[in-house]
């Protein structure tokens, strides 16, 4: 019934930049927390940034705070990661996510959080 999914990775040089998407097949996002998550080979899947539903703040990972920034769109369809200042350590597939409910602030890094996913997206930051 909910299907996600994204576009906008690719390369891209240190210090560029790069916007990320994520459409839920033309439903409204209002009911949802948003969130992206990334995983770099080797790695497990890290917490990227995520949008509350309940005052729609915003939370970001410590190795991206100040550099990546979670966004929504007016028509409540589609939601963005704008990525700034890239650096080789950032380079991952990208997982856009939504999931109901109202949890607490300290659970939305968690994946289990999220309920529905994309299907990833490639970014390489290299020269």
């Known amino acids: 019934q909910v299907q996600l999914v994204e576009s906008g990775g690719g390369l891209v040089q240190p210090g560029g930049s790069l916007r990320l998407s994520c459409a839920d097949s033309g439903r409204t996002l209002s009911t949802y927390n948003l969130a992206w998550f990334r995983q770099a080979p080797g790695k497990e899947r890290e917490f990227v940034g995520a949008?509350?539903?309940?005052?729609?703040?915003?939370y970001y990972g410590d190795s991206v705070r100040g550099r990546f920034t979670v966004s929504r769109d007016n028509a409540k369809t589609s939601w963005y990661l704008q990525m700034n200042n890239l650096k080789p350590e950032d380079t991952a597939v990208y997982y856009c996510?939504?999931?109901?409910?109202?949890?607490?602030?300290?659970?939305?890094?968690?994946?289990?959080?999220?309920?529905?996913w994309g299907q990833g997206t490639q970014v390489t930051v290299s020269s």
């Open positions: 949008y509350r539903r309940s005052g729609g703040m915003t």
């Open positions: 996510a939504a999931g109901g409910g109202s949890p607490i602030s300290s659970v939305l890094r968690y994946a289990t959080t999220y309920e529905y």
